[in-house]
């Protein structure tokens, strides 16, 4: 089951990311946004086949208003907190700067809102990934389910980031040390979700819409061994969260 929708999923974001660059195409941004649905419209095929619904298998059900709330907070808090802490290590380190809070305030003021507008869009993926995905491999025990869904992740990536830079809308370095980098933020994604017994912590940390580039100044002019270090750091960091929220023994 896991396997036949992993397939179908890789297949339709390969065949659409490749339309766009066969046909030449500039790959829209509203498709960056669409197209997080995509795991979540195909799942809906091989849910047919299970019992419990969209509900049961989305992980849609958070177990009460504190619960979801607990759960959005701490995943939206610990993601950002490690952010902002990759972008300091950054900065100390003297490959990087962060912007003067008179640019941060306006982006931190927006936090929340823009968190619950890109909810809309996160939550295609998350019930695809960190719902459906996650439970049909929970025999496998935590680590190592999450550990293929967050390959999975990064394998669904690989097309529309590589179109994406082939057609020079981000550059290459950018595009790998992206898609490299969603790994452990799978890792993370899943922890939440599996510590809140739902998908929404998941769906409200991937929508955060701050990244550690994004606290770095010049950040189109970095080079790559910087882009490289920022990975690395972020990787780290979110690796650690993840340890620290994962329910032990598994």
């Given at each position: 089951m896991a396997l036949r929708f992993t397939v179908l999923v890789l297949v339709a974001i390969t065949a659409v990311s490749g339309f766009f660059v066969v046909a030449d195409i500039l790959l829209p941004e509203?498709?960056?946004?669409?197209?997080r649905w995509l795991p979540a419209l195909?799942?809906?095929v091989v849910i047919r086949e299970l019992n419990g619904g969209v509900a049961k298998w989305w992980d849609l059900c958070p177990g009460g208003w504190r619960r979801l709330l607990a759960g959005g907070a701490v995943g939206v808090v610990v993601l950002l907190g490690v952010y902002v802490a990759a972008a300091v290590v950054v900065a100390l380190t003297g490959i990087g700067v962060m912007q003067p809070w008179s640019t941060l305030?306006?982006?931190a003021i927006m936090v929340i809102p823009m968190v619950l507008l890109?909810?809309?869009?996160?939550?295609?993926?998350?019930?695809?990934?960190?719902?459906?995905?996650?439970?049909t491999l929970a025999g496998l025990g935590f680590w190592r389910a999450s550990s293929v869904v967050a390959a999975v992740w990064v394998l669904f990536h690989i097309p529309l980031h590589g179109a994406m830079a082939v057609q020079g809308t981000i550059p290459v370095t950018v595009a790998v040390v992206t898609t490299l980098g969603l790994f452990p933020l799978g890792l993370y994604l899943s922890a939440v979700v599996v510590r809140f017994g739902s998908v929404w912590p998941a769906v409200f940390a991937h929508a955060l819409p701050l990244s550690?580039?994004?606290l770095l100044v010049?950040?189109?002019?970095?080079?790559?061994?910087v882009h490289w270090v920022v990975g690395v750091v972020t990787a780290?960091?979110?690796t650690a969260a993840a340890l620290a929220l994962a329910p032990r023994g598994t």
């Amino acid at each position: 089951m896991a396997l036949r929708f992993t397939v179908l999923v890789l297949v339709a974001i390969t065949a659409v990311s490749g339309f766009f660059v066969v046909a030449d195409i500039l790959l829209p941004e509203w498709f960056v946004i669409v197209g997080r649905w995509l795991p979540a419209l195909i799942s809906l095929v091989v849910i047919r086949e299970l019992n419990g619904g969209v509900a049961k298998w989305w992980d849609l059900c958070p177990g009460g208003w504190r619960r979801l709330l607990a759960g959005g907070a701490v995943g939206v808090v610990v993601l950002l907190g490690v952010y902002v802490a990759a972008a300091v290590v950054v900065a100390l380190t003297g490959i990087g700067v962060m912007q003067p809070w008179s640019t941060l305030a306006p982006v931190a003021i927006m936090v929340i809102p823009m968190v619950l507008l890109f909810s809309l869009s996160t939550l295609g993926e998350e019930a695809a990934w960190r719902g459906f995905l996650q439970q049909t491999l929970a025999g496998l025990g935590f680590w190592r389910a999450s550990s293929v869904v967050a390959a999975v992740w990064v394998l669904f990536h690989i097309p529309l980031h590589g179109a994406m830079a082939v057609q020079g809308t981000i550059p290459v370095t950018v595009a790998v040390v992206t898609t490299l980098g969603l790994f452990p933020l799978g890792l993370y994604l899943s922890a939440v979700v599996v510590r809140f017994g739902s998908v929404w912590p998941a769906v409200f940390a991937h929508a955060l819409p701050l990244s550690t580039l994004s606290l770095l100044v010049n950040v189109d002019g970095m080079t790559t061994g910087v882009h490289w270090v920022v990975g690395v750091v972020t990787a780290a960091l979110v690796t650690a969260a993840a340890l620290a929220l994962a329910p032990r023994g598994t």
